[in-house]
């Protein structure tokens, strides 16, 4: 399984004066962190932090998360099971389902047995929470091509 790290974008210090920052430089963070995420082939991934980096891992058609080192996804941490979830295709979406884990699965705070996965959903597993995204073939190819100019949609066409 390929991984490709992300260094995690830095927090701000609540105590440092906003105006300091030149105008557009905390967006040119986001972007800056962003771009490797902007660049990732058409498929569906977790974002998992792990320390100062991001890490994130291609999903399968059917991938195992747990503690156990024969899992898809091991993740080392004594809150999660050894078999403590799966993320599977149900009908064309995808799905993550608790696998009988002690501490359960949370997809956007609520626990689920089981739920379908949109594109930025937040995902706990044990004590570690990660990020799912979903890069269509559509939103890569406009990744790509985001320096060109669109007409903007909301003009009227001019005679």
Avoid: C, K
């Avoid at 390929?2 to 905390?26: C, F, K, Q, W, Y």
């Avoid at 963070?29 to 991001?54: H, K, S």
């Avoid at 990020?131 to 100019?149: C, D, I, K, T």
């Amino acid at each position: 399984m390929t991984a490709i790290s992300v260094p995690a974008p830095a927090t701000l210090a609540t105590d440092a004066p906003t105006v300091a920052l030149r105008s557009g430089a905390l967006l040119h963070r986001v972007r800056a962190a962003a771009a490797a995420i902007w660049r990732l082939a058409p498929g569906r991934y977790l974002a998992i932090p792990d320390g100062d980096e991001i890490v994130v891992l291609p999903l399968g058609r059917l991938t195992w998360i747990g503690r156990r080192a024969t899992a898809d996804i091991v993740i080392d941490d004594n809150t999660v099971s050894r078999r403590h979830a799966v993320v599977l295709e149900r009908g064309g979406a995808p799905v993550i389902a608790d696998d009988r884990s002690l501490n359960g699965v949370f997809v956007n705070g609520r626990r689920v047995r089981e739920a379908r996965l949109e594109h930025g959903d937040e995902v706990q597993i044990g004590s570690r929470a990660m990020r799912f995204l979903e890069v269509s073939p559509a939103y890569a190819s406009h990744a790509w091509n985001a320096g060109r100019a669109r007409p903007s949609a909301s003009r009227s066409p001019q005679s």
